[in-house]
Every structure is written in structure tokens, then in C-alpha cells.
């Protein structure tokens, strides 16, 4: 028996994108076409926007709960949610939620500890970057971090929020991106958080300059273990 992952969606391209690893890599644990049990519950995106611009984090922090308690009358066991600015609103969303969450950041850094990284990049929407979503999680474990400049920060956020949570992928997003990971380079980052649930659209190991922490893959690989984990 497998525990019963419920995803809070917010943004489609991310949340598809964790539902299909964690439905096509527990295959290689559990047997051919095994995976856990689960269910996923979107509000329309623009709601979470709407907050995240008027620096509503009890607005977002609302939505999340909805989705929660949507999820854990469907028979959820525990919670993720492949979308790393609404992190933001987590400390709000974990004392009054029905069920237990893994923390999309938590993952990450536990993750670059393990693998013996000194000084992330921080790349995902202006209001993820600007946030302390992953400086919390890096400071906890003794890792250095680095966020774009506010020129980078502006059109990395216009390319996700305009172009890829649609889907759109362009070749110019990769090279605007290579540049703003190698400016981080130069200035001692060892790795690249992809702070976006959509920048593994565009971005892996294969073509960023520095290795990549993919926080999508990341998250579902965590939720596949909590879930065959179970007693």
C-alpha cells in the first residue's frame, strides 16, 4: 500500500509536470504502470495573482487551504505543491491545514546539502526572488545563495509569467537565461535552483552553465518516497 499524494496546483505547466514524475518514475520502484494514488486541485491561477501582487499572503495562504481541504475529503494522506512563490504564504497554510505538506524549498536544499553545493542561484518569478522562500531553507543548512539583479529579476519574471505558465517556449528564453545563470557563475554560485516550476521547460543540466536543481522533479521524487515510505 501506497500513501495517497494530493498536489495543490497553481500554475498548469509545473503542476503537470510534477504529476507526470511522480506517475512515471514510481514506476521504476514499484513495477511497470504502479504509481501512488493521486489527486490534484487548481483554483484559476489569476486568483493567486491578484493576491501575490496586492502582497496578500493571507489571500494566497486562503486559496492553498481550499485546495487542502478539497484534497483531504478526496482521501489525500499528504500535500505538495509544485509551485515555489506561493511558498511564500506557507507558514500561514501548515498550523491550519487538514493534512501534512512536504515544503517545495526544503526539498531543494536539503537536496544541495546532500550533494555538497556551497552557493546557490536563485532564478523563479520577481516575487520568489525577492522572497525568503529559499534563503530560509539555504540559511538553515549553511548554504549561500544568490539572486539575480532587479534588471534580471523583471524579464526572468516576464518570461515565466508571460510566456511559459502558457506553455510558450521560444529560443531566445534559453539564451536570456544562460546569460543571467553565468553572471551567477562568475560570482561563485556552484548550481542553480530552477525556482520556477516552469523553468525545466526550458532549462536541465544539459544547457544551463551551471548543474541545476530541478525543484519540480525534485518535489515529486520527495512525494514518491513519503508515499512507498508508508507503513
Given at each position: 500500500?501506497?500513501?495517497?499524494?494530493?498536489?495543490?496546483?497553481?500554475?498548469a505547466?509545473?503542476?503537470?509536470?510534477?504529476?507526470?514524475?511522480?506517475?512515471g518514475?514510481?514506476?521504476?520502484?514499484l513495477?511497470?504502470?504502479r504509481?501512488?494514488?493521486?489527486?490534484?486541485?487548481?483554483?484559476?491561477?489569476?486568483r493567486y495573482?491578484?493576491?501575490?501582487?496586492?502582497?496578500?499572503?493571507?489571500?494566497?495562504?486562503?486559496?492553498?487551504?481550499?485546495?487542502?481541504d478539497k484534497?483531504?475529503?478526496?482521501?489525500?494522506?499528504?500535500?505538495v505543491?509544485?509551485?515555489?512563490?506561493?511558498?511564500?504564504?506557507?507558514?500561514?497554510?501548515?498550523?491550519?491545514?487538514?493534512?501534512?505538506?512536504?515544503?517545495?524549498?526544503?526539498?531543494?536544499?536539503?537536496?544541495?546539502?546532500?550533494?555538497?553545493?556551497?552557493?546557490?542561484?536563485?532564478?523563479?518569478?520577481?516575487?520568489?526572488?525577492?522572497?525568503?522562500?529559499?534563503?530560509?531553507?539555504?540559511?538553515a543548512?549553511?548554504?549561500?545563495?544568490?539572486?539575480?539583479?532587479?534588471?534580471?529579476?523583471a524579464?526572468?519574471?516576464?518570461?515565466?509569467?508571460?510566456?511559459?505558465?502558457?506553455?510558450?517556449?521560444?529560443?531566445?528564453?534559453?539564451?536570456?537565461?544562460?546569460?543571467?545563470?553565468?553572471?551567477?557563475?562568475?560570482?561563485g554560485?556552484?548550481?542553480?535552483?530552477?525556482?520556477?516550476?516552469?523553468?525545466?521547460?526550458?532549462l536541465?543540466?544539459?544547457?544551463s552553465?551551471?548543474?541545476?536543481?530541478?525543484?519540480?522533479?525534485?518535489?515529486?521524487?520527495?512525494?514518491?518516497?513519503?508515499?512507498?515510505?508508508a507503513?
Amino acid at each position: 500500500m501506497t500513501q495517497h499524494i494530493g498536489i495543490v496546483a497553481c500554475s498548469a505547466e509545473g503542476a503537470a509536470l510534477c504529476y507526470r514524475t511522480i506517475c512515471g518514475e514510481a514506476a521504476a520502484v514499484l513495477g511497470p504502470h504502479r504509481h501512488p494514488e493521486v489527486s490534484m486541485h487548481t483554483h484559476s491561477l489569476h486568483r493567486y495573482v491578484e493576491c501575490l501582487d496586492a502582497g496578500d499572503l493571507d489571500g494566497v495562504a486562503g486559496l492553498m487551504l481550499a485546495s487542502a481541504d478539497k484534497l483531504a475529503r478526496c482521501g489525500a494522506d499528504f500535500l505538495v505543491c509544485p509551485d515555489n512563490t506561493i511558498h511564500q504564504a506557507f507558514a500561514r497554510v501548515a498550523p491550519r491545514s487538514p493534512r501534512p505538506w512536504l515544503h517545495i524549498a526544503e526539498v531543494v536544499a536539503r537536496e544541495a546539502a546532500a550533494r555538497g553545493l556551497r552557493r546557490i542561484g536563485i532564478l523563479g518569478t520577481h516575487w520568489l526572488v525577492a522572497s525568503e522562500v529559499y534563503p530560509e531553507q539555504f540559511a538553515a543548512r549553511g548554504l549561500a545563495w544568490q539572486r539575480p539583479s532587479e534588471e534580471e529579476r523583471a524579464e526572468v519574471g516576464r518570461l515565466i509569467m508571460d510566456e511559459l505558465v502558457y506553455g510558450i517556449v521560444r529560443p531566445q528564453q534559453l539564451g536570456y537565461l544562460q546569460a543571467v545563470i553565468a553572471r551567477m557563475q562568475s560570482q561563485g554560485c556552484d548550481a542553480v535552483v530552477l525556482g520556477c516550476t516552469e523553468l525545466p521547460l526550458v532549462l536541465d543540466d544539459g544547457n544551463s552553465p551551471l548543474p541545476t536543481l530541478d525543484s519540480t522533479r525534485l518535489l515529486a521524487r520527495a512525494a514518491i518516497r513519503r508515499a512507498i515510505a508508508a507503513p
